[in-house]
C-alpha cells in the first residue's frame, strides 16, 4: 500500500521549477532520507507533497482535506519556534488533536500515545518544563515527540536532527529506523550524509530541484554522484559495523 505518491509534482518560483517533476512513491516501513544542497528544492518538495503551498502535478496527500490528512501524515516543519508557554506535555498532547471529536479532551488511548512519545524522545525529565524556555535542541526533541504522538503511518520531518547533539542525533535517526521496522514510514530531510548513509533504508537526492537518484544509500551515494551534486569526494565503507560515510575533500 503506499503511504504516499508524488507524480510530475514541480513548483514555480517566478518561472524557475525549484521542485522540478518529481515522481517517487513511499510504501511502508521505509526511513527515507531526503538529501540535497542547500537550495536543492527539499522542504519546497516536503510542503508541496503535504498540500501546503500550490503545486503542478499530483501528490496523493494534497488531496485530501485537511482533517483525514492530519490522520495520514504528522508534520515537523524546519521552523522550531514554539509559540506558548505551556508545559513539554501539553505541546505533545497537541500531536493527538486529529484523532479527537472537536473540543474532546484527550482519552486514555491519547494519552498513552503521549507517554510513547515522551519516552521515545527521552522526555520524561522535562514534561512539566515550561517549552518556550528550553534550548534550541530541546525544543526541536519535543517537537518530534509531538508529530509521533500523532502515531500517523507517515511522518514528514524537515531536518529535525539539525541543532541536535550527536548522541541525540542518532537516537532520533535510531528511532526513526525503528518505526520502520514496525511498519510506519518516516521521510526526513537531513544534511548529514553520514546519517543518511547509516539508518536510511532508501534515499531520494535532489539536484535543483530534480530527483537525480532514488535508492538504497549505497545506489544512492555514488562518488559520481557525491562529485555531481555535492561537489565533493567521500569515504564509503561497508564494515560489520554498518555504513560509514564521510564526507572528505572538495572535488575541482
Ligand atoms: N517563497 C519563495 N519565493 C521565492 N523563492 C523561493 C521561495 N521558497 C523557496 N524558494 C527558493 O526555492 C529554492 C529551494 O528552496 P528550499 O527551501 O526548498 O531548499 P532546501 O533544499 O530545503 O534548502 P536548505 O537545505 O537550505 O534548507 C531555493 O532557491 C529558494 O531560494
Redesign the pocket.
Given at each position: 500500500m503506499s503511504l504516499l505518491t508524488l507524480s510530475g509534482l514541480s513548483v514555480f518560483?517566478g518561472t524557475r521549477a525549484?521542485v522540478d517533476d518529481v515522481s517517487a512513491s513511499v510504501g511502508r516501513g521505509e526511513c527515507i532520507g531526503l538529501v540535497?544542497p542547500?537550495?536543492?528544492?527539499?522542504?519546497?518538495l516536503l510542503r508541496a507533497a503535504l498540500g501546503l503551498i500550490g503545486a503542478q502535478g499530483m501528490s496523493s496527500l494534497a488531496l485530501l482535506g485537511a482533517a483525514e490528512r492530519a490522520r495520514r501524515v504528522a508534520w515537523m516543519p524546519?521552523a522550531r519556534e514554539i509559540a506558548w508557554p505551556v508545559s513539554v506535555e501539553t505541546v505533545i498532547a497537541l500531536g493527538r488533536l486529529p484523532h479527537l471529536p472537536r473540543g474532546a479532551r484527550l482519552r486514555d488511548a491519547d494519552r498513552a500515545a503521549v507517554e510513547r512519545a515522551i519516552t521515545h524522545m527521552g522526555l520524561e525529565a522535562m514534561r512539566g518544563r515550561t517549552a518556550t524556555r528550553l534550548s534550541g535542541g530541546e525544543q526541536a526533541r519535543v517537537l518530534i515527540a509531538r508529530a509521533l504522538a500523532q502515531e500517523t503511518p507517515l511522518v514528514l520531518a524537515d531536518e529535525p536532527i539539525a541543532g541536535l547533539d550527536p548522541a541525540h542525533q542518532i537516537a532520533t535517526m535510531e528511532l526513526f529506523a525503528d518505526l520502520a521496522w514496525g511498519g510506519r514510514s518516516i521521510i526526513v530531510?537531513l544534511?548529514d550524509l553520514g546519517l543518511a548513509a547509516r539508518h536510511c533504508t532508501r534515499l531520494l537526492m535532489?539536484d535543483r530541484g530534480r530527483l537525480v537518484a532514488d535508492g538504497p544509500p549505497n545506489e544512492v551515494l555514488t562518488a559520481e554522484n557525491v562529485a555531481q551534486v555535492f561537489g565533493i569526494t567521500a569515504f564509503y565503507r561497508e564494515t560489520p559495523q554498518g555504513v560509514v560515510f564521510q564526507p572528505m575533500e572538495l572535488t575541482g
Open positions: 518560483r525549484v540535497g542547500n537550495g536543492s528544492g527539499k522542504t519546497t524546519q530531510s544534511h535532489l
